[in-house]
């Protein structure tokens, strides 16, 4: 009933596309960053468990006690790594500043949405759109960080959709963004490790 009021007003347009990006981000980088913690606790138990395991099984070839031996060590590197990671990254500082620039874009916008709504039942109504575009302009300022590609990508699938080819690749890389890394971390591991006892056991 109201569209025409994104044609009158297409700041409407670019603010509401831009919150749901930013509200995307923040929940991806939130997600991801819980991912990594995730990720490091297990990688720090596989480097427990791998240090202490050849005192509990005393009775095992010198051969395994040297591969878990050395998985101890590349474990214990990457916790490290990981560990540098996490106290580097600004994920979860990035994401609080979206997010709060998202809630300032939104209020704009059911401000500036309502007023023009208004506008049509009662003419007298005046709207300043410079004085929006400025209070616009000074929230965008303010945020230090902006959203990824990706962000803008999937919210704009989620709100105005797409074909199943261009849906599927969009949501792989998000997924991938937020899981690849510490997927392999809890599940390589003990992989690699299964497959190099595997092959000591076939060649002795």
């Not at 468990?49 to 050849?54: F, H, K, M, V, Y």
């Not at 991938?176 to 809890?186: H, Q, T």
């Amino acid at each position: 009933m109201y569209d025409d009021i994104f044609k009158t007003y297409p700041l409407l347009t670019t603010m509401s596309k831009l919150r749901a990006a930013r509200f995307t981000a923040s929940e991806r980088l939130g997600k991801k960053y819980r991912w990594h913690s995730i990720a490091l606790v297990v990688f720090s138990i596989y480097a427990i468990a791998l240090t202490i395991a050849p005192n509990f099984f005393t009775n095992i070839d010198e051969s395994i006690k040297s591969i878990l031996s050395y998985a101890s060590v590349v474990s214990s590197v990457f916790v490290v790594a990981l560990s540098m990671y996490l106290a580097f990254s600004e994920d979860i500082v990035r994401g609080k500043y979206l997010h709060d620039n998202a809630k300032q874009v939104t209020n704009l916008y059911q401000e500036l949405k309502t007023r023009s709504i208004l506008q049509k039942t009662k003419p007298k109504v005046k709207i300043n759109i410079v004085d929006y575009e400025s209070r616009y302009a000074r929230i965008m300022d303010s945020c230090p960080y902006n959203h990824d590609i990706l962000d803008y990508e999937f919210s704009m699938m989620t709100n105005e959709g797409a074909d199943s080819c261009k849906s599927f690749g969009i949501k792989f890389r998000m997924s991938m963004d937020k899981y690849a890394w510490p997927l392999v971390a809890i599940i390589a591991p003990p992989i690699v490790l299964m497959i190099c006892i595997a092959i000591n056991l076939n060649m002795n």
